[in-house]
Every structure is written in C-alpha cells, then in structure tokens.
C-alpha cells in the first residue's frame, strides 16, 4: 500500500464511450502525475500538476483530458479513444516534482 | 530517442546469488537516478536512488553504482531471494529541466529457488 489509491483497477470502454479514471492520495503531496504503460514500452509521462497547477502536457492528444481540482485527486477524463490507447494508466503522487514517486496500482483500460 | 535505456529485457540468476541489472542513459544533465521494483498487477514501488554527486548508494541488499564517465548506473541485489522477482526500472531526473523522471524501459529479474 503507498497511499497512493487508483480507481477503477480495470476499464473496458467502447471507442465512443466517456469514462474517467480516479487518483487519490493523502500523503500531503503537492506534485501529481499520470504515467502511461504500454506493453514493452517505457513508462511515458503524460501530465505533471504541482499545486493543483498543470505544469507538464507531454504531447497527449486531447482525447486524454485531466483534471486536478484539488491536490489529493487527479482525474483523466477519457473520450473517443482508440484501441491503442489500451494500456495501464499510473497514477503517481510527491512531495514536489523530482522526489521519489509513490505509484498507485493503476487502471489497465481496454478500448474495444 | 529514449534517454533511458535497460537494455536487457530479462535476467534470471539463482537464489542467494548476485543480481546485477544495468541502466544506460544519454543525457549527461541528469543528476538524479532512481530504481524503481513493479510486481504484476502492482504499481512501481521506489527502490533506492542516488545523487550524481555519489558513485554509490547502499541500502540493506540493494547497492546502487553511478559511473557517471560511462553514463552508466546499476543495481546490485545481494543475495537474491525469490520475492525479488519483479520488474525493474531505472529513472533519471534533472533538477534544471524541472526534474521530471524519464524512465527505462524495464528489466525482468527472476530469482529461481
């Protein structure tokens, strides 16, 4: 358990539905992050907030959009995606950007 | 181009022995690398880090070594134990580019019994 909490743990979504995926951590950090993994690919950083703030868009297209209303959660909201956004979304929280990370478990999504 | 890289996908090493996984990265601004342990079903799990102002870091069985000439980092795992297999990856930071973590692509260990 690293305090780091991810909901749903797994997501089957059609290409034309919306869902959003939950983050939440109660650890008093400040810095939040979604991390994308593919099958053999490294981990890809996809957003960064610090203090609520988006600090970080790493090139993802806007079928991915994220939400930080507050600095315990973090949502990704998911529209139209394509199969190969099928993956597993990490969610990772810190006390400020560049310390040590603490992931959740992660949502495997399945675009069908 | 990945910064980061593991270039062995998979290492399997008996139990009680020596497990060294390696990481290579390119970018001579980092000065800050983690080592991170993902079990299946799991998120990654921080392991141990170390500053690029150290050529080493131990904790308990885990040994980082930072040759920053080679660009190079390792970890070391002595004695292995079964529980240790999982997936491992590398990350490296730079505190002027904001510090964000770029990520290995992962090395598999299986510790056999």
């Known amino acids: 358990e690293t305090g780091v909490t991810q909901t749903p743990r797994h997501l089957v979504m059609g290409m034309t539905n919306k869902k959003s995926l939950k983050c939440e951590q109660h650890l008093g950090h400040n810095a939040m992050y979604w991390y994308k993994q593919s099958a053999k690919k490294p981990l890809e950083l996809m957003f960064v907030?610090?203090?609520?703030?988006?600090?970080e868009n790493n090139s993802v297209p806007s079928r991915f959009s994220p939400e930080c209303p507050n600095s315990s959660h973090l949502f990704l909201h998911l529209h139209t995606l394509q199969p190969e956004d099928s993956a597993l979304y990490l969610c990772a929280s810190s006390l400020q950007t560049g310390a040590e990370a603490f992931f959740g478990q992660g949502t495997r999504l399945t675009v069908v | 181009d990945q910064q980061v890289k593991q270039n062995s996908p998979s290492l399997s090493v008996q139990e009680g022995r020596i497990s060294i996984l390696n990481c290579d990265y390119t970018n001579s601004m980092f000065d800050y690398f983690l080592w991170y342990k993902k079990y299946p079903a799991e998120g990654p799990t921080f392991l141990i880090s170390i500053s690029s102002i150290k050529d080493k870091n131990e904790d308990g069985r885990f040994t980082v070594f930072l040759n920053k000439s080679a660009k190079h980092l390792s970890l070391h795992i002595v004695p292995s134990q079964p529980g240790d297999s999982a997936v491992y990856f590398c990350?490296?930071?730079?505190?002027?580019?904001?510090?964000?973590?770029?990520f290995g692509g992962g090395t598999r260990l299986m510790v056999k019994p």
């Open positions: 907030y610090n203090f609520k703030e988006q600090t």
């Open positions: 990350a490296a930071s730079e505190y002027n580019a904001g510090n964000m973590l770029t």
